[in-house]
């Protein structure tokens, strides 16, 4: 690999790619169409791992010539400490956003929503979001149950 990059920082910038990988393709195990060059990049960054005096982390598979992270990478890195961090973080506002949006939506007038502007919007979702994040803050889902109408 020609870069002045150290073996520690290419360890961070597989990890970099490691956790851009993981939000790509996570959720669909079996392949996603349209990031063939998100996947060769990252095997050919894995492909430089002996080179930079990190093979412990990755395991070149000589049948697929395709490279994977070890056990090793996986038991050592922060990576999934952070990917749990981010997925925990987005659930948390994106709860919060949605049940804002449809509370600001249900106290409005028929047709009202279109013509709505987003300062308006704010003006009145911001306390309905502080009084989520609160709930949560101190219940988490605890006090959160469906009901029927």
């Not at 020609?2 to 393709?25: H, I, P, Q």
């Not at 279109?114 to 219940?139: K, N």
Request: aromatic letters at 12%.
């Amino acid at each position: 690999m020609n870069s002045d990059l150290t073996k520690n920082e290419y360890r961070l910038l597989l990890d970099l790619v490691f956790m851009a990988s993981w939000m790509v393709d996570s959720h669909h195990p079996e392949g996603r169409d349209g990031v063939e060059e998100y996947d060769m990049l990252l095997q050919k960054l894995y492909s430089f791992a002996r080179e930079m005096g990190c093979e412990e982390l990755v395991h070149a598979d000589r049948d697929t010539n395709e490279y994977f992270p070890t056990r090793h990478y996986e038991e050592t890195t922060r990576a999934f400490q952070l990917i749990e961090e981010y997925n925990d973080d987005t659930f948390w506002d994106a709860l919060i956003s949605r049940l804002a949006e449809r509370d600001v939506y249900e106290k409005l007038e028929k047709g009202r929503r279109d013509t709505m502007g987003i300062e308006e919007y704010w003006e009145r979702s911001e306390p309905i979001e502080e009084a989520y994040y609160q709930e949560f803050l101190r219940h988490a889902l605890d006090r959160l149950r469906l009901v029927d109408n």
